[in-house]
């Protein structure tokens, strides 16, 4: 079985990856973890800390589970197989004893007065963090621990970003809707007191049942772990991992609220909008040399993926059972799109089945899912290519473009209409001569222009531009912000500033589609450029010694 603690894991997965883990000697907790994984991004390594300034007895993670390859390591097994040993872990429900007894989490222990979460290297990771109050030092990886308040036998481990606004108070938000803000509206119904424990560094399993939208993540664990859990000190109903790094016993202030906020969400964007909970801390526990686990927030390898994997696994598979015999498919999220884009392709055309598809997609990932792509036929699951795809088959009558408002979304997805609702859309394609994908050729043709050229489809180029053209048979209108060279900027921005009843108009004498893809408000965060420049050399340095 994979090793247990935090730590065990890191040495082990370096042991067998050495090339996939950079360790470095210190980081300063203001910008620099940001700045560090922003440099190494295209590596996509773990990034390990040995020390953090300031904070001289804490090692400091980030990017543990930047890639589906260690979360597939996470879970011991490879990663053509993860969705199906994730299956396996969500559906098993094992047997969770916990003792009542010392822990390495219990090796130093706060209390009252003695409780400070200034001691935690808690990051300012953008500028704007937590602008609204000035706090800028937010918990990205916090677990938050809490039993279900109607039912005591239920205990959940949900993700709640928190900001730190006191020595012993914290902010948080639950926009998610998980279970952990259900929990809260049923603890002010009954009027009871709802204590939770936050839990900071332990085996990335936990991290992937946390962002599973499951409960009795403990037992769905005894899968893969034989953990030993223990009761916390003041919360001492609420059973913690033993090998916990650090854990913040607390309790949430039922009729409090704190203008919380903004962050930068996994959208890759500033979010203002939270629920604007707030904890009060009683303890603070803790191991002699912790290590502090940092999820980089904004559309990071990690912060997305986290929740990516898990809705992955379960969608493929309810597309599975329902699929015709005889039909093979294959369905990708690019990351970089933040999940609101999914991309498939169907090996046959039947008649309404992509449709069909494309349907379920929407219905099966109702807080993310809002364009989703269908191909009548295997080709490459790429934007361009799919874009290719459909500019041959571009109908006047709009058949093959469908768009349904005011759809339920996440709360955090900054371009909802003012009732929390989105426009979605399904986009049908098919491939081209003979059956084959459309083959293209793509011609810069200034910086502001990139065409892509379909071989025996004269006059259905298509066209991703600044400006608005009138000679494409579909155009994409990016904000200059946007490199058209650059396949992941142009991912990102198609994915999560579309929105289709708003932003795609289709020609009814040509068949044309223009599709926006404009920021409109959206804020992008920022680092420093002095730590940037400051860090990318510190990069370099490591790289070439």
């Not at 011991?76 to 396996?88: M, N």
Request: charged share 25%.
């Amino acid at each position: 079985m994979p090793s247990h603690s935090l730590k065990e894991y890191l040495e082990r997965y370096r042991n067998e990856y050495p090339k996939d883990v950079l360790v470095f000697d210190e980081v300063d907790v203001n910008y620099e973890p940001t700045a560090y994984y922003r440099a190494l991004e295209a590596k996509n390594p773990v990034i390990w800390f040995k020390k953090v300034r300031s904070f001289d007895d804490y090692e400091f993670v980030t990017n543990v589970l930047g890639s589906f390859e260690r979360m597939a390591f996470a879970v011991g097994c490879a990663v053509d197989q993860l969705y199906e040993k994730w299956h396996e872990i969500i559906s098993y429900s094992g047997e969770v004893s916990v003792r009542d007894s010392k822990a390495p989490v219990k090796e130093q222990m706060a209390f009252g007065d003695e409780v400070d979460l200034s001691h935690i290297p808690a990051p300012k990771h953008f500028i704007s963090d937590g602008s609204n109050a000035g706090f800028g030092n937010y918990v990205s990886s916090g677990l938050v621990v809490a039993r279900d308040p109607s039912d005591h036998s239920t205990v959940n481990m949900s993700f709640a970003r928190m900001q730190i606004i006191g020595k012993r108070k914290y902010a948080f938000d639950t926009g998610s809707r998980g279970h952990f803000s259900t929990y809260i509206e049923k603890a002010k119904k009954l009027g009871v007191s709802l204590p939770v424990s936050v839990v900071i560094g332990a085996h990335p399993l936990y991290y992937m049942l946390a962002a599973s939208f499951v409960e009795n993540e403990y037992s769905k664990a005894a899968k893969v772990l034989d953990s030993d859990y223990v009761y916390g000190e003041i919360n001492d109903d609420i059973p913690i991992p033993a090998d916990s790094e650090v854990v913040i016993e607390s309790e949430v202030a039922l009729n409090e609220h704190f203008d919380e906020g903004p962050f930068a969400e996994f959208t890759g964007y500033m979010v203002s909008g939270s629920t604007g909970d707030v904890a009060y801390v009683k303890s603070i526990l803790r191991k002699h040399r912790p290590i502090y686990y940092d999820i980089c927030p904004a559309n990071s390898n990690e912060h997305v993926g986290l929740f990516t994997m898990p809705r992955n696994a379960s969608i493929t598979r309810a597309i599975e059972e329902f699929m015709p015999p005889g039909i093979e498919y294959s369905i990708e999220w690019p990351k970089s799109a933040a999940h609101f884009l999914a991309l498939c392709s169907l090996s046959k055309l039947v008649s309404g089945l992509a449709k069909q598809v494309g349907l379920a997609l929407l219905g099966l990932d109702p807080l993310f899912s809002r364009i989703v792509i269908v191909n009548q036929g295997e080709t490459e699951l790429d934007l361009e290519q799919l874009l290719v795809n459909l500019a041959t088959e571009v109908t006047r009558d709009r058949s093959n473009v469908d768009i349904i408002s005011q759809v339920y979304s996440i709360r955090l997805d900054q371009t909802l209409m003012p009732e929390e609702t989105v426009g979605k859309m399904i986009i049908v394609t098919k491939n081209g001569i003979d059956n084959h994908p459309s083959r293209y050729s793509k011609i810069v043709e200034n910086r502001n222009k990139v065409r892509l050229v379909i071989e025996g489809f004269p006059s259905s180029d298509v066209v991703f531009s600044h400006e608005r053209v009138y000679d494409a048979k579909v155009n994409v209108i990016f904000d200059e912000d946007i490199d058209l060279i650059d396949r992941a900027q142009l991912v990102w921005a198609f994915g999560t500033r579309v929105v289709p009843d708003r932003d795609v108009l289709l020609s009814e004498d040509k068949g044309n589609i223009t599709i926006w893809a404009s920021k409109k408000d959206l804020k992008i965060p920022t680092i420093p450029e002095t730590v940037t420049k400051h860090v990318a050399s510190r990069v370099q340095e490591f790289l070439t010694a």
